[in-house]
């Protein structure tokens, strides 16, 4: 009877496990498949509001224009329809706060009744008129030529230099310079903190006392605890002020200060699997090469560093993958500009503090709250590719071993 009672209980417990590793491999699924359907959202739409019409003479020969045309446009960097392929005729821009210019307030009425009647009178009258406004202002004997707007392609998301979601008329998605942002930054941070933590684990796995490496582990491991806002905090208060005075720079919050807190938040991975890593080295190896007349170090550079390559290799790379996916701390020290990096002393930002900082204001379903969500699809993608190299590392270590 107790045999029977035992093995239930032990069935018992192993279905509860394994509804909860069920459960949570579908949760992840699901959170990526929802991840991933919001952000394929963004591919199938025009970067124009809802509701909005961009609007040109019927006589115009131009039908269709690219966003960064159409920004060009409203930016007066283009100033004639033949830079477009029209007419050689002057661009007259015009919005909806414009028609005062055009029309008194008789004219359109008190309550703006004629406000329809009036931009459709406008557009007929000026052939070199681009008119952007709402559809609610469309008249039902409408002359004028709706542009043809193309949706947004994922190469040009992808390669796009600029990053202004909410710009009126057409909205600008290149997310470049958050891609680049966001790798100039994490491997800045893993250049600084690879030597330190390298150091660091040599230092506790082969040189310290046990008395030194029993009290100097716990408070490196400690490190791993403390939220990345008090990180943004030291950041903002000693590392950029004093990056500001040594490169005298305008700003002190530039992709290096990012680097040098997220170095400081990356060491406490390194160190420990790096130190881990070279303990494991066989002891009989280590004491041949000391039999042989190797020095001390000459045995931690010959022997217990290539034994242990691997599990450093993963330490960094599981680093990089903490840098790339911090949030505050970065969004707190780097100047959160969406501008292409040519060095990490120019401010920069990073696709996690995008996210951060933009989604609260992005209303939900629009064309802004999609490009976030597709921000966040590039940075799974990136993070996934990290740990599957992390995978690829350990593999090649367990070969090595058998």
């Given at each position: 009877?107790?045999?029977?009672?035992?093995?239930?209980?032990?069935?018992?417990?192993?279905?509860?496990?394994?509804l909860s590793g069920a459960a949570t491999s579908?949760?992840?699924?699901?959170?990526?498949?929802?991840?991933?359907?919001?952000?394929?959202?963004?591919?199938?739409?025009?970067?124009?509001?809802?509701?909005?019409?961009?609007?040109?003479?019927?006589?115009?020969?131009?039908?269709?224009?690219?966003?960064?045309?159409?920004?060009?446009?409203?930016?007066?960097?283009?100033?004639?329809?033949?830079?477009?392929?029209?007419?050689?005729?002057?661009?007259?821009?015009?919005?909806?706060?414009?028609?005062?210019?055009?029309?008194?307030?008789?004219?359109?009425?008190?309550?703006?009744?004629?406000?329809?009647?009036?931009?459709?009178?406008?557009?007929q009258k000026q052939p070199g008129i681009i008119?952007?406004?709402?559809?609610?202002?469309?008249?039902?004997?409408?002359?004028?030529?709706?542009?043809?707007?193309?949706?947004?392609?994922?190469?040009?998301?992808?390669?796009?230099?600029?990053?202004?979601?909410?710009?009126?008329?057409?909205?600008?998605?290149?997310?470049?310079?958050?891609?680049?942002?966001?790798?100039?930054?994490?491997?800045?941070?893993?250049?600084?903190?690879?030597?330190?933590?390298?150091?660091?684990?040599?230092?506790?796995?082969?040189?310290?006392?046990?008395?030194?490496?029993?009290?100097?582990?716990?408070?490196?491991?400690?490190?791993?605890?403390?939220?990345?806002?008090?990180?943004?905090?030291?950041?903002?208060?000693?590392?950029?002020?004093?990056?500001?005075?040594?490169?005298?720079?305008?700003?002190?919050?530039?992709?290096?200060?990012?680097?040098?807190?997220?170095?400081?938040?990356?060491?406490?991975?390194?160190?420990?699997?790096?130190?881990?890593?070279?303990?494991?080295?066989?002891?009989?190896?280590?004491?041949?090469?000391?039999?042989?007349?190797?020095?001390?170090?000459?045995?931690?550079?010959?022997?217990?560093?290539?034994?242990?390559?691997?599990?450093?290799?993963?330490?960094?790379?599981?680093?990089?993958?903490?840098?790339?996916?911090?949030?505050?701390?970065?969004?707190?020290?780097?100047?959160?500009?969406?501008?292409?990096?040519?060095?990490?002393?120019?401010?920069?930002?990073?696709?996690?503090?995008?996210?951060?900082?933009?989604?609260?204001?992005?209303?939900?379903?629009?064309?802004?709250?999609?490009?976030?969500?597709?921000?966040?699809?590039?940075?799974?993608?990136?993070?996934?590719?990290?740990?599957?190299?992390?995978?690829?590392?350990?593999?090649?270590?367990?070969?090595?071993?058998?």
């Amino acid at each position: 009877m107790k045999t029977n009672f035992k093995q239930l209980k032990e069935k018992l417990v192993e279905a509860i496990l394994m509804l909860s590793g069920a459960a949570t491999s579908i949760t992840v699924v699901l959170i990526v498949f929802f991840l991933f359907i919001e952000g394929a959202g963004v591919f199938n739409r025009k970067p124009i509001d809802d509701g909005y019409l961009l609007v040109v003479n019927a006589t115009n020969k131009v039908k269709t224009l690219q966003p960064s045309q159409v920004k060009d446009v409203f930016d007066k960097k283009i100033t004639n329809w033949n830079q477009l392929g029209g007419e050689n005729r002057p661009i007259v821009l015009f919005t909806t706060s414009d028609i005062t210019q055009y029309y008194t307030e008789e004219e359109l009425g008190a309550n703006f009744e004629h406000f329809p009647e009036k931009i459709n009178e406008l557009i007929q009258k000026q052939p070199g008129i681009i008119a952007f406004f709402s559809d609610k202002y469309k008249s039902d004997q409408f002359v004028g030529k709706e542009l043809d707007i193309d949706k947004i392609k994922v190469w040009e998301f992808l390669s796009g230099e600029e990053w202004f979601p909410t710009a009126q008329p057409i909205a600008q998605m290149g997310v470049k310079p958050l891609i680049y942002g966001t790798l100039w930054v994490s491997f800045g941070a893993i250049l600084l903190a690879l030597p330190i933590g390298l150091a660091a684990a040599i230092y506790l796995s082969e040189i310290a006392q046990k008395r030194t490496r029993s009290l100097l582990k716990p408070l490196i491991e400690l490190l791993a605890g403390i939220p990345s806002v008090v990180y943004g905090f030291f950041g903002l208060v000693v590392i950029v002020p004093l990056i500001q005075e040594m490169f005298n720079l305008p700003v002190g919050e530039t992709g290096l200060a990012g680097s040098v807190v997220l170095a400081i938040m990356a060491l406490p991975t390194i160190i420990t699997i790096s130190e881990d890593a070279m303990r494991n080295t066989p002891r009989a190896m280590k004491e041949a090469s000391l039999a042989l007349g190797a020095s001390k170090w000459q045995t931690i550079y010959k022997v217990v560093m290539p034994y242990s390559a691997s599990g450093i290799t993963a330490g960094a790379i599981l680093g990089i993958g903490r840098a790339i996916g911090e949030t505050m701390a970065v969004l707190m020290v780097t100047g959160n500009a969406a501008v292409i990096p040519n060095t990490l002393l120019a401010p920069v930002r990073t696709i996690p503090a995008t996210i951060a900082a933009e989604l609260g204001e992005a209303p939900n379903g629009g064309l802004h709250y999609e490009a976030l969500f597709a921000l966040g699809c590039i940075l799974f993608l990136i993070t996934f590719g990290i740990n599957m190299l992390v995978e690829l590392v350990t593999n090649r270590k367990a070969h090595k071993k058998h």
